[in-house]
Protein backbone atom coordinates (compact mmCIF):
# COMPACT_ATOMS: atom_id res chain seq x y z
CA UNK A 1 0.00 0.00 0.00
CA UNK A 2 1.38 3.95 -0.53
CA UNK A 3 1.74 6.05 1.97
CA UNK A 4 -0.80 8.87 2.17
CA UNK A 5 -0.82 10.97 -1.26
CA UNK A 6 -0.08 14.57 -1.38
CA UNK A 7 -2.39 17.15 -2.19
CA UNK A 8 -3.07 18.17 -6.10
CA UNK A 9 -4.10 21.18 -7.62
CA UNK A 10 -8.25 20.93 -7.69
CA UNK A 11 -9.06 20.33 -10.99
CA UNK A 12 -13.03 20.55 -13.02
CA UNK A 13 -13.45 16.99 -12.57
CA UNK A 14 -12.66 16.90 -9.35
CA UNK A 15 -15.27 19.80 -8.93
CA UNK A 16 -18.14 17.74 -10.55
CA UNK A 17 -19.04 15.08 -7.89
CA UNK A 18 -19.96 16.08 -4.39
CA UNK A 19 -17.61 13.92 -3.06
CA UNK A 20 -14.76 12.11 -4.84
CA UNK A 21 -12.82 9.14 -3.19
CA UNK A 22 -9.19 7.58 -4.85
CA UNK A 23 -7.53 5.02 -3.80
CA UNK A 24 -8.10 4.92 0.27
CA UNK A 25 -7.14 2.55 2.56
CA UNK A 26 -7.91 2.33 6.01
CA UNK A 27 -5.73 0.49 8.78
CA UNK A 28 -6.41 -0.54 12.08
CA UNK A 29 -3.20 -0.69 13.59
CA UNK A 30 -3.11 -2.52 17.50
CA UNK A 31 -0.51 -1.70 19.80
CA UNK A 32 1.44 -4.73 19.65
CA UNK A 33 1.80 -3.86 15.58
CA UNK A 34 -1.14 -5.74 13.77
CA UNK A 35 -2.58 -4.16 10.90
CA UNK A 36 -6.08 -4.86 9.58
CA UNK A 37 -7.56 -3.54 6.48
CA UNK A 38 -10.79 -2.52 7.30
CA UNK A 39 -11.15 -0.40 3.79
CA UNK A 40 -9.12 -1.46 0.50
CA UNK A 41 -8.58 0.64 -2.86
CA UNK A 42 -11.78 2.35 -2.84
CA UNK A 43 -12.92 4.45 -5.29
CA UNK A 44 -16.41 6.21 -5.53
CA UNK A 45 -18.17 9.39 -6.11
CA UNK A 46 -21.13 10.84 -5.02
CA UNK A 47 -23.20 13.48 -6.75
CA UNK A 48 -25.19 16.36 -4.97
CA UNK A 49 -29.08 15.25 -4.15
CA UNK A 50 -28.51 11.25 -4.49
CA UNK A 51 -29.61 9.13 -2.05
CA UNK A 52 -27.71 5.70 -2.31
CA UNK A 53 -27.21 2.71 0.21
CA UNK A 54 -23.71 0.91 1.41
CA UNK A 55 -24.82 -2.49 2.51
CA UNK A 56 -22.78 -5.68 3.29
CA UNK A 57 -21.94 -8.42 6.19
CA UNK A 58 -20.57 -7.29 9.65
CA UNK A 59 -17.03 -5.98 9.31
CA UNK A 60 -17.09 -5.42 5.95
CA UNK A 61 -15.71 -1.95 6.11
CA UNK A 62 -19.16 0.37 5.93
CA UNK A 63 -19.01 1.95 8.81
CA UNK A 64 -15.02 2.55 8.63
CA UNK A 65 -15.91 3.92 5.26
CA UNK A 66 -18.69 6.26 6.45
CA UNK A 67 -16.08 7.30 8.89
CA UNK A 68 -13.08 8.01 6.83
CA UNK A 69 -15.93 10.06 4.26
CA UNK A 70 -16.93 12.63 7.11
CA UNK A 71 -12.73 12.93 8.99
CA UNK A 72 -14.47 11.01 12.17
CA UNK A 73 -11.44 8.20 11.66
CA UNK A 74 -10.03 7.97 15.54
CA UNK A 75 -7.14 5.99 16.67
CA UNK A 76 -6.68 3.35 16.13
CA UNK A 77 -8.04 3.50 12.84
CA UNK A 78 -6.43 6.08 10.01
CA UNK A 79 -5.98 7.34 6.50
CA UNK A 80 -3.30 4.80 5.35
CA UNK A 81 -3.85 6.23 1.84
CA UNK A 82 -5.74 7.76 -0.64
CA UNK A 83 -7.59 10.72 -1.12
CA UNK A 84 -11.35 12.42 -0.08
CA UNK A 85 -12.56 15.57 -1.63
CA UNK A 86 -15.52 17.31 -0.67
CA UNK A 87 -16.72 19.36 -3.10
CA UNK A 88 -13.02 19.95 -4.61
CA UNK A 89 -11.93 20.39 -0.47
CA UNK A 90 -9.36 16.96 0.17
CA UNK A 91 -10.25 16.77 3.99
CA UNK A 92 -7.42 14.42 4.67
CA UNK A 93 -5.34 17.51 4.64
CA UNK A 94 -7.63 20.18 7.02
CA UNK A 95 -6.78 20.56 10.74
CA UNK A 96 -9.05 19.95 13.62
CA UNK A 97 -10.12 23.39 13.12
CA UNK A 98 -10.36 23.62 9.42
CA UNK A 99 -12.32 20.21 9.86
CA UNK A 100 -14.82 21.74 12.13
CA UNK A 101 -15.60 24.14 9.88
CA UNK A 102 -16.15 22.41 6.89
CA UNK A 103 -18.77 20.89 8.96
CA UNK A 104 -20.99 23.62 8.51
CA UNK A 105 -22.99 23.32 5.27
CA UNK A 106 -20.60 20.34 4.76
CA UNK A 107 -21.10 16.79 6.06
CA UNK A 108 -22.72 15.14 9.00
CA UNK A 109 -23.21 11.49 10.17
CA UNK A 110 -25.86 10.13 12.43
CA UNK A 111 -24.09 7.16 13.71
CA UNK A 112 -25.14 3.77 14.96
CA UNK A 113 -26.49 3.53 18.20
CA UNK A 114 -26.87 7.64 17.50
CA UNK A 115 -29.78 8.26 19.93
CA UNK A 116 -27.35 7.00 22.68
CA UNK A 117 -24.64 10.07 22.72
CA UNK A 118 -26.98 12.12 23.93
CA UNK A 119 -26.46 13.98 27.24
CA UNK A 120 -28.53 11.75 30.03
CA UNK A 121 -28.25 14.99 32.66
CA UNK A 122 -29.13 17.52 30.07
CA UNK A 123 -32.39 18.65 27.88
CA UNK A 124 -32.05 17.98 24.58
CA UNK A 125 -32.53 21.79 23.62
CA UNK A 126 -28.57 22.26 26.07
CA UNK A 127 -27.55 19.40 23.03
CA UNK A 128 -28.74 21.73 20.40
CA UNK A 129 -27.38 24.79 22.08
CA UNK A 130 -23.70 23.15 22.05
CA UNK A 131 -24.06 22.33 18.45
CA UNK A 132 -25.14 25.59 17.28
CA UNK A 133 -23.11 27.78 19.08
CA UNK A 134 -19.76 25.67 18.35
CA UNK A 135 -20.74 26.06 14.23
CA UNK A 136 -22.16 29.43 14.26
CA UNK A 137 -20.60 31.87 12.00
CA UNK A 138 -17.37 33.67 13.25
CA UNK A 139 -19.29 36.91 15.43
CA UNK A 140 -22.65 35.11 15.20
CA UNK A 141 -23.03 33.14 18.63
CA UNK A 142 -26.83 32.55 18.99
CA UNK A 143 -28.32 33.25 22.46
CA UNK A 144 -30.65 31.18 23.61
CA UNK A 145 -34.09 32.28 22.24
CA UNK A 146 -32.39 31.51 18.92
CA UNK A 147 -31.54 28.40 19.73
CA UNK A 148 -34.56 27.48 20.78
CA UNK A 149 -36.39 28.77 17.72
CA UNK A 150 -34.05 26.89 15.22
CA UNK A 151 -34.05 23.84 17.34
CA UNK A 152 -37.80 23.83 17.58
CA UNK A 153 -38.03 24.18 13.80
CA UNK A 154 -35.42 20.91 13.53
CA UNK A 155 -36.80 18.82 15.37
CA UNK A 156 -40.28 19.74 13.69
CA UNK A 157 -38.75 18.96 10.53
CA UNK A 158 -38.45 15.10 12.44
CA UNK A 159 -42.21 14.82 13.44
CA UNK A 160 -41.40 15.62 16.75
CA UNK A 161 -42.93 18.09 19.03
CA UNK A 162 -41.08 21.65 20.15
CA UNK A 163 -42.11 20.44 23.39
CA UNK A 164 -38.88 17.77 23.37
CA UNK A 165 -36.83 20.33 23.56
CA UNK A 166 -37.60 20.86 27.43
CA UNK A 167 -36.86 16.87 27.66
CA UNK A 168 -34.16 14.50 28.85
CA UNK A 169 -33.11 11.54 26.88
CA UNK A 170 -34.78 8.97 29.30
CA UNK A 171 -37.71 10.60 28.52
CA UNK A 172 -37.68 9.66 24.97
CA UNK A 173 -39.11 6.39 23.30
CA UNK A 174 -36.09 4.80 21.02
CA UNK A 175 -37.65 6.35 18.22
CA UNK A 176 -38.30 9.85 19.19
CA UNK A 177 -34.12 9.94 20.04
CA UNK A 178 -33.39 8.95 17.14
CA UNK A 179 -35.25 11.35 15.45
CA UNK A 180 -33.45 13.68 17.51
CA UNK A 181 -29.92 12.54 16.39
CA UNK A 182 -30.91 13.23 12.91
CA UNK A 183 -32.19 16.87 13.36
CA UNK A 184 -29.09 17.34 15.34
CA UNK A 185 -27.22 16.26 12.15
CA UNK A 186 -29.88 18.58 10.01
CA UNK A 187 -28.37 21.69 12.21
CA UNK A 188 -25.13 22.14 9.78
CA UNK A 189 -27.43 22.58 6.92
CA UNK A 190 -25.21 19.31 5.30
CA UNK A 191 -24.73 18.61 1.86
CA UNK A 192 -24.45 15.40 2.50
CA UNK A 193 -25.54 13.27 5.44
CA UNK A 194 -23.86 9.33 6.51
CA UNK A 195 -26.64 7.77 8.10
CA UNK A 196 -24.86 4.17 9.71
CA UNK A 197 -27.50 2.33 10.75
CA UNK A 198 -29.81 4.47 11.87
CA UNK A 199 -32.87 2.25 12.88
CA UNK A 200 -30.67 0.04 15.07
CA UNK A 201 -32.54 -1.38 18.41
CA UNK A 202 -35.85 0.01 17.22
CA UNK A 203 -38.90 -2.39 16.35
CA UNK A 204 -39.99 -2.70 13.41
CA UNK A 205 -43.08 -0.07 13.05
CA UNK A 206 -40.79 2.67 14.19
CA UNK A 207 -38.10 1.54 11.82
CA UNK A 208 -39.92 1.89 8.63
CA UNK A 209 -41.13 5.26 10.59
CA UNK A 210 -37.47 6.65 10.76
CA UNK A 211 -36.45 5.39 7.29
CA UNK A 212 -39.64 7.38 5.78
CA UNK A 213 -38.40 10.41 7.39
CA UNK A 214 -35.08 10.35 6.14
CA UNK A 215 -36.30 9.77 2.61
CA UNK A 216 -38.71 12.83 2.95
CA UNK A 217 -36.42 15.23 4.04
CA UNK A 218 -33.69 14.04 1.84
CA UNK A 219 -36.77 14.80 -1.38
CA UNK A 220 -37.22 17.63 0.38
CA UNK A 221 -34.05 19.30 1.35
CA UNK A 222 -32.09 17.81 -1.58
CA UNK A 223 -28.58 16.79 0.35
CA UNK A 224 -26.68 13.28 -0.61
CA UNK A 225 -27.43 10.87 1.42
CA UNK A 226 -25.63 7.58 2.32
CA UNK A 227 -27.44 4.29 4.55
CA UNK A 228 -25.35 1.82 5.68
CA UNK A 229 -26.98 -1.00 6.76
CA UNK A 230 -27.44 -4.54 6.74
CA UNK A 231 -31.29 -4.13 5.20
CA UNK A 232 -30.45 -4.91 1.30
CA UNK A 233 -34.33 -4.74 1.68
CA UNK A 234 -34.50 -1.80 2.15
CA UNK A 235 -31.96 0.14 1.17
CA UNK A 236 -33.66 -1.38 -2.53
CA UNK A 237 -37.18 0.16 -1.54
CA UNK A 238 -35.22 3.69 -0.70
CA UNK A 239 -32.37 4.63 -2.61
CA UNK A 240 -30.80 5.65 -5.95
CA UNK A 241 -28.15 3.73 -6.20
CA UNK A 242 -26.90 0.87 -3.96
CA UNK A 243 -22.96 -0.02 -3.15
CA UNK A 244 -22.39 -3.55 -1.78
CA UNK A 245 -19.10 -4.28 0.02
CA UNK A 246 -17.23 -6.84 0.63
CA UNK A 247 -14.46 -7.59 2.71
CA UNK A 248 -13.08 -3.84 2.69
CA UNK A 249 -13.90 -3.19 -0.81
CA UNK A 250 -16.78 -2.09 -3.14
CA UNK A 251 -17.50 -5.41 -5.49
CA UNK A 252 -20.83 -3.61 -7.18
CA UNK A 253 -21.89 -0.31 -7.66
CA UNK A 254 -25.54 -0.45 -9.68
CA UNK A 255 -28.51 1.97 -9.59
CA UNK A 256 -30.99 0.30 -7.28
CA UNK A 257 -33.19 -1.06 -9.96
CA UNK A 258 -30.99 -2.45 -11.70
CA UNK A 259 -29.73 -4.47 -9.43
CA UNK A 260 -32.65 -5.69 -8.08
CA UNK A 261 -33.59 -7.01 -11.36
CA UNK A 262 -30.10 -8.70 -12.14
CA UNK A 263 -27.23 -8.31 -9.89
CA UNK A 264 -23.45 -8.74 -11.51
CA UNK A 265 -21.36 -9.54 -8.20
CA UNK A 266 -21.81 -13.17 -7.08
CA UNK A 267 -22.11 -12.08 -3.69
CA UNK A 268 -24.98 -9.36 -4.45
CA UNK A 269 -26.89 -12.40 -5.72
CA UNK A 270 -26.45 -14.45 -2.75
CA UNK A 271 -27.11 -11.59 -0.52
CA UNK A 272 -30.68 -11.45 -2.56
CA UNK A 273 -31.00 -15.16 -2.60
CA UNK A 274 -31.56 -14.66 1.24
CA UNK A 275 -34.93 -12.87 0.88
CA UNK A 276 -37.85 -14.32 -0.40
CA UNK A 277 -40.67 -13.63 -1.31
CA UNK A 278 -43.52 -13.79 1.61
CA UNK A 279 -46.38 -14.35 -0.63
CA UNK A 280 -45.38 -17.76 -2.41
CA UNK A 281 -46.51 -20.70 -1.25
CA UNK A 282 -43.25 -22.36 -0.77
CA UNK A 283 -40.92 -19.55 0.68
CA UNK A 284 -37.34 -20.58 0.40
CA UNK A 285 -34.16 -18.66 1.66
CA UNK A 286 -30.74 -18.81 0.45
CA UNK A 287 -27.64 -18.93 2.52
CA UNK A 288 -23.96 -17.94 1.83
CA UNK A 289 -22.01 -20.80 2.75
CA UNK A 290 -18.42 -19.90 4.86
CA UNK A 291 -17.27 -17.00 6.38
CA UNK A 292 -15.23 -14.00 5.16
CA UNK A 293 -11.67 -13.48 5.20
CA UNK A 294 -9.45 -12.22 7.63
CA UNK A 295 -8.11 -9.27 7.00
CA UNK A 296 -5.21 -9.11 9.05
CA UNK A 297 -3.99 -11.22 6.11
CA UNK A 298 -2.50 -10.63 2.56
CA UNK A 299 -5.30 -11.48 0.55
CA UNK A 300 -4.89 -13.32 -3.18
CA UNK A 301 -7.32 -12.96 -5.67
CA UNK A 302 -11.38 -12.41 -5.58
CA UNK A 303 -11.46 -12.09 -1.54
CA UNK A 304 -14.84 -13.78 -2.27
CA UNK A 305 -13.37 -17.13 -4.30
CA UNK A 306 -13.63 -19.43 -1.14
CA UNK A 307 -17.22 -18.76 -0.82
CA UNK A 308 -18.21 -18.62 -4.64
CA UNK A 309 -20.07 -21.26 -6.61
CA UNK A 310 -18.91 -19.82 -9.62
CA UNK A 311 -15.39 -19.24 -8.91
CA UNK A 312 -12.79 -20.06 -11.69
CA UNK A 313 -9.05 -20.24 -11.11
CA UNK A 314 -8.30 -17.34 -12.18
CA UNK A 315 -10.34 -15.84 -9.38
CA UNK A 316 -7.93 -17.30 -6.98
CA UNK A 317 -4.77 -15.20 -8.57
CA UNK A 318 -5.96 -11.86 -9.84
CA UNK A 319 -7.85 -9.34 -7.76
CA UNK A 320 -10.80 -8.24 -10.08
CA UNK A 321 -11.29 -4.11 -10.74
CA UNK A 322 -14.59 -2.74 -10.80
CA UNK A 323 -15.34 -2.23 -14.27
CA UNK A 324 -18.20 -0.88 -16.08
CA UNK A 325 -20.90 -3.52 -16.79
CA UNK A 326 -24.64 -2.36 -17.54
CA UNK A 327 -25.33 1.33 -16.06
CA UNK A 328 -22.85 0.77 -13.02
CA UNK A 329 -19.73 -1.32 -12.33
CA UNK A 330 -18.64 -4.81 -10.23
CA UNK A 331 -15.91 -6.73 -9.22
CA UNK A 332 -15.95 -10.15 -10.65
CA UNK A 333 -13.92 -11.91 -13.72
CA UNK A 334 -16.52 -14.11 -14.62
CA UNK A 335 -19.36 -11.85 -15.37
CA UNK A 336 -17.08 -9.50 -16.76
CA UNK A 337 -15.92 -11.97 -19.63
CA UNK A 338 -19.68 -13.25 -19.56
CA UNK A 339 -20.20 -9.30 -20.86
CA UNK A 340 -17.78 -9.15 -22.80
CA UNK A 341 -18.65 -12.25 -24.72
CA UNK A 342 -22.14 -11.27 -24.93
CA UNK A 343 -21.52 -8.10 -26.73
CA UNK A 344 -18.77 -9.73 -29.25
CA UNK A 345 -21.70 -12.28 -30.22
CA UNK A 346 -23.70 -9.13 -30.50
CA UNK A 347 -21.40 -6.89 -32.56
CA UNK A 348 -20.61 -10.05 -34.86
CA UNK A 349 -24.43 -10.99 -34.95
Known amino acids: MSQLATEPAT ?16 VYESRDGQR ?25 GKSTLGY ?34 QRRHGFAIVLQSGMNALNPVRTIEKDFSDILRAHAERGQRPDAASVRA ?5 LERVKLDRDVLGRYPHELSGGMRQRVA ?4 LSLQPRMIIFDEPTTALDVIVQAAVIETIKELQREQGFTAVLITHDLGVVLDVTDRTMVMYAGRIVED ?8 GPHHPYTAALLSCYADPTAEVVQLG ?22 SRVEE ?36
Open 11 to 26: TAADKSHLVEARGVDV
Open 36 to 60: IWAVRDVDLTLEQGEFVGLVGESGC
Open 68 to 101: ALTGMLRPPARLESGQIRIGGTDIASLSAEELRR
Open 150 to 154: EAGEL
Open 182 to 185: IAMA
Open 254 to 261: QPSRALLS
Open 287 to 308: SIPGTPPDLSEPLAGCSFAPRC
Open 314 to 349: LCHRVEPKLTPLGPGRAACHVTAAERAAELETNRTA
